[in-house]
């Protein structure tokens, strides 16, 4: 497979018992694109996500930044990053809480990036989680995760 993809998929089937979710996919996402799954409720995006990042196993050959998702999964995230469909932020938690929380567990966040990015939607540094509306609540996750230096995002429904 090529290494200068970011994603390379041949023959992907993703199943749940005997329901086939993803069935014998094949594509590739050379470095600089932005792509969008388009398809109806159960066709198969979020599944095929969550094989991207290494949390479900496909079946076929799958490689993401050259790597197995599954296998070498701590080491994909380290330079892709994930974001579910549903944003899940401790709501006890102030913003500016999160951001040093992020400081401390990875590497490649930037509080700086985060606070720029946060300065351009209505949530404040001092907002508690348990104070914002969903929409809040995803422009600071989103927020978060686009303060790290990632290869690779990947989006649910953001």
Avoid at 44 to 60: E, F, N, R, S
Wanted: aromatic fraction near 4%; include cysteine; hydrophobic fraction near 45%.
């Amino acid at each position: 497979m090529n290494a200068d993809l970011l994603v390379q998929a041949r023959g992907l089937t993703v199943r749940y018992g005997t329901k086939t979710a993803v069935d014998d996919l094949s594509f590739t996402i050379p470095k600089g694109r932005v792509v969008g799954l388009l398809g109806h409720n159960g066709a198969g995006k979020t599944t095929l996500m969550k094989a991207l990042v290494g949390l479900l196993q496909a079946q076929g050959e799958l490689q993401v930044l050259g790597l197995n998702p599954v296998r070498d999964r701590v080491a994909l995230l380290q330079s892709a990053c994930y974001i579910p469909d549903v944003a899940v932020l401790p709501r006890w938690a102030r913003v500016s809480e999160l951001i040093t929380l992020m400081s401390g567990l990875h590497p490649r966040f930037s509080a700086e990036r985060a606070r720029e990015l946060l300065r351009r939607t209505s949530v404040g540094l001092g907002d508690k989680v348990k104070s914002l509306s969903k929409g809040m609540v995803a422009q600071a996750h989103l927020a978060l995760i686009a303060s790290i230096d990632a290869r690779l995002m990947i989006l649910d429904e953001p």
